[in-house]
C-alpha cells in the first residue's frame, strides 16, 4: 500500500458537446477507471438540470445557460452548491467542497466562440471575480474554476491568438489570479487535408490557495472518443489535474510495526529539482555573507527545509510493515487471512473437519508462498547484470537466509563482581549503556599508544593548523597553501557528488537521502559551495549530530552484554560531501609533500593489503 503525505484530488475537465446516454455512461467508466473525484462538463446541451444521481457517489450540479455546464463531486469532500454566485446568461455553476479540513470553491464554465466580440466571456470573468470577492469575504482561501473558455494565447502554448485569449490574460495580470493549461491541443480536429490541427482553449482559472494546491495536468487521449459528439473527427479532449493537499492524519492502521518511508522510485525528480532551485535560488540573490559564525548553521537549515518541502510534495511514500516483502501479492493476503481464520476455527473446536480444512490452508499457503518467491527470483535473474548481481544477492540472503530478529534484548551490565551487575530492560537504560560503552572511550581506557608515534602525530597536527607546511620551494609551498586553505569550488562539490554511492543507504537523521544529491542542479550545487566556504572560514561544523544504529555480530553465544553488538553510524550526507573535498585536499597535499610512506598499502585508492602480504611473500622467497 503506497500512502502519500500528500492528498491527491483528481479533476477531469472535458466539453462533451451534447451529453446522451451513451456518453453518460461512458464517462461513468471513465470515472471509475482514473479514480476521478470532480467532473468538470461543458457543453451539455440539456435542457433541464442534471439528474442528481446521474453519476454514483457522486453530487452532481447543472445548469443551462450557455449550452449547459456541469460539476460533479464526489461526496466524501462534502460538496455544497454556491447558487448565491450563478448568474442567469452566465454558463457557470459552483460548489465549495472541504477537503482536510480546508474549504475551497470549484467550478464549471464555459463561454461561447463569439467571432467577433469577447462580451461572453467578459461576463463570465467578471462573475468569477465577484466569487472570488465572496470567498474572501467568507474567509475561503482558494477558488478554482476549470472550464472552455475558447481563448487561445501562446501564453499557455497555444500556436494562435485570439481576442477572448488577450482578454483572459489581460484579466490574469490585474486580478492576481493564474492560468493553468495542458501541455497539448485539448481541443482536436482533422482537417480536409488529412492534417491534425487543435487548441488549448481547456483551462483552468485559480485564485489564492488554489494557485499552489494545482498541481501538473495532462491529456488523456487513449480509448476516449466515446466521451464526446463528434469523435474521433473533432471534438475535446478530457484534461486531468490535481489539487493536491497536505494530508493531516495519517490512517490510524499505522501501529508500531509499521513506518512510512519514501518511495524514492516512484519519486518526480525533475519538479523536485525545480522546487529546491527555486526556493536556495531566491535566498542566494539577496544573501550577504556578512557574519559566518552565525549564518553557516542557518545555510544548511535552510537547504534541509527546501529539501523536505520538495520531498513531501513529490516523493510518496509508502507504507512498511514487518512483512513487506517484494514478492508478497495479494493472493497471499487472501491465503493468509484464511488460514489465520481456520487456525482459529481449529483452535475454538478440534474437529477433524476443522484439523482438515486448517491443513489444506496451510498447504494452500506454503504452495503459493513457494511459488511467489520462485517467481521472483527468477524474474530477478532473468534481467540480472554483473554489476546488479553483489546487490541481489545481498538482498536475497536478507530475505531467504535464516537470521534473528535484529533488535536489542535486555542487556547487563559489567560490574566488578556479579552483585553489581544489572539487567537493564527499558530502551532509555540500554541506550545509556550503549552510548557509555562505544562512544566515551572506555575501550581506550587500558590501551597503550606509543609515545613516539603520538608525538610526531601531533606535531604534525600543530603545522597543519598554524599552515607551517614544509615544502620544497616556496612556490609550491604556496600553491599548495592556497590549494589546502582556498574556497571549495563548484567542481570540487560536483565531483564529490558524482563519487557519493547510493545503492545499499539509508536516510540520515535530516531525512536526506544520497539519492537526492545525484539530482542537485547547478544552482543548488552552487548553494553547498557557499555553505562549505562558511563552514571553512567561519570554522564552524553544522552538523553535529548523527543517527546509531546496533546490529548484532554474528556467532555469538550471548546479546546479554553491549559487545555483542556492532554500531553503525549513519552522518548528515550533506557533511559526508565536505569530508569527502576535504579528503581528497589533504591526500593531494600529503602526496606533494611526501608524507605518506612509499610502502603503505591501505587505506590508499588502488592499493591494498593483499598487495602488502604478496610483497612481504616476495621478500622471503628473494631472502632464501
Known amino acids: 500500500m503506497v500512502i502519500n503525505p500528500y492528498k491527491h484530488v483528481p479533476v477531469c475537465q472535458i466539453n462533451v458537446n451534447g451529453l446522451s446516454s451513451h456518453s453518460e455512461t461512458s464517462l461513468a467508466h471513465f470515472i471509475e477507471k482514473h479514480d476521478i473525484d470532480i467532473l468538470s462538463l461543458q457543453e451539455i446541451n440539456c435542457s433541464n438540470e442534471l439528474d442528481l444521481r446521474i453519476f454514483p457517489g457522486m453530487s452532481t450540479f447543472s445548469v443551462t445557460s450557455e449550452r449547459g455546464v456541469s460539476l460533479s463531486i464526489s461526496n466524501c469532500y462534502n460538496p455544497q452548491r454556491l447558487s448565491q454566485l450563478e448568474e442567469d446568461g452566465v454558463g457557470i455553476v459552483y460548489s ?15 463561454c461561447t466562440p463569439d467571432a467577433n466580440t469577447t462580451d461572453g466571456l467578459t461576463k463570465l470573468l467578471e462573475n468569477i471575480r465577484r466569487a472570488w470577492k465572496y470567498c474572501q469575504k467568507m474567509k475561503i482561501s482558494g477558488l478554482a474554476v476549470f472550464g472552455d473558455f475558447n481563448a487561445r494565447s501562446q501564453q499557455w502554448g497555444d500556436k494562435l491568438q485570439n481576442p477572448r485569449g488577450k482578454a483572459l490574460l489581460e ?11 495542458p501541455p497539448a491541443n485539448s481541443f482536436v480536429m482533422q482537417n480536409s487535408d488529412g492534417t491534425t490541427g487543435g487548441s488549448v482553449i481547456d483551462l483552468c482559472v485559480a485564485y489564492g490557495s488554489a494557485i499552489k494546491l494545482l498541481g501538473d495536468s495532462w491529456i488523456d487521449d487513449a480509448d476516449v472518443h466515446e466521451l464526446f459528439t463528434g469523435a474521433p473527427i473533432r471534438g475535446h479532449l478530457p484534461v486531468i489535474q490535481h489539487l493536491v493537499y497536505p494530508q493531516q492524519n495519517l490512517p490510524s492502521e499505522m501501529s508500531d510495526h509499521v513506518q512510512r518511508v519514501f518511495n524514492y522510485e516512484c519519486a518526480d525528480w525533475s519538479n523536485w529539482s525545480s522546487h529546491i532551485d527555486e526556493s536556495l535560488t531566491k535566498f542566494l540573490d ?15 537549515n535552510i537547504l534541509i527545509d527546501a529539501v523536505k518541502e520538495a520531498s513531501n510534495m513529490f516523493i510518496p511514500s509508502k507504507q512498511m510493515c514487518h512483512h513487506s516483502k517484494p514478492y508478497w501479492s495479494e493472493n497471499l493476503s487472501q491465503l493468509s487471512i484464511k488460514l489465520r481464520e481456520s487456525q482459529d476455527l481449529y483452535k475454538f473446536k478440534s474437529t477433524i473437519t476443522n484439523k482438515k480444512a486448517f491443513d489444506k490452508s496451510k498447504d494452500d499457503f506454503k504452495k503459493a508462498l513457494t511459488k511467489e ?31 534473528d530478529e535484529n533488535f536489542i534484548g535486555n542487556l547487563l551490565t559489567e560490574g566488578d563482581n556479579t552483585s553489581q551487575t544489572k539487567i537493564l530492560s527499558s530502551n532509555k537504560d540500554k541506550e545509556r549503556l550503549l552510548f557509555d560503552t562505544f562512544l ?6 587500558n590501551e597503550k599508544f606509543d609515545e613516539k608515534h603520538y608525538e610526531d602525530i601531533q606535531n604534525q597536527l600543530k603545522k597543519i593548523i598554524s599552515n607551517d607546511f614544509d615544502a620544497d620551494a616556496d612556490d609550491q609551498g604556496d600553491a599548495d597553501e592556497n590549494y589546502l586553505n582556498g574556497e571549495i569550488t563548484l567542481s570540487e562539490v560536483t565531483a564529490a557528488i558524482k563519487a557519493q554511492k547510493t545503492t545499499g543507504k539509508s536516510k540520515d537523521g535530516d531525512f536526506f537521502h544520497p539519492k537526492m544529491l545525484k539530482c542537485f542542479s547547478t544552482s543548488s550545487c552552487k548553494f553547498l559551495v557557499v555553505l562549505f566556504n562558511c563552514c571553512l572560514k567561519s570554522g564552524i561544523w553544522p552538523w553535529t549530530s548523527s543517527n546509531i544504529t546496533f546490529i548484532k555480530k554474528a556467532d555469538k553465544k550471548s546479546y546479554l552484554y553491549p559487545g555483542s553488538y556492532r554500531p553503525i553510524t549513519i552522518s548528515p550526507y550533506i557533511g559526508k560531501i565536505m569530508e569527502r573535498i576535504l579528503e581528497s585536499r589533504i591526500k593531494v597535499h600529503c602526496k606533494l609533500n611526501n608524507i605518506i610512506d612509499d610502502a603503505q598499502e591501505g587505506f590508499l585508492p588502488g592499493r591494498n593489503t593483499s598487495r602488502y602480504l604478496f610483497k612481504m611473500l616476495s621478500s622471503l622467497h628473494e631472502d632464501r
Open 96 to 110: 465549495m467542497i472541504s477537503i482536510s479540513n480546508q474549504a475551497l470553491v470549484v467550478a464549471s464554465a464555459y
Open 373 to 403: 518467491k520462485n517467481d521472483w527470483i527468477h524474474g530477478k535473474l532473468e534481467k540480472l547484470n554483473t554489476k546488479e548481481s553483489v546487490l541481489f544477492w545481498k538482498q536475497y540472503k536478507r530475505l531467504f537466509l535464516s537470521s
Open 440 to 445: 566515551t572511550g572506555k575501550h581506550l581506557k
Open 286 to 300: 539577496n544573501y550577504q555573507q556578512k557574519d559566518c559564525q552565525q549564518s553557516a548553521t542557518e545555510l544548511y
Open 171 to 181: 484579466f490574469s495580470n490585474k486580478n492576481n489570479c493564474a492560468i493553468s493549461a
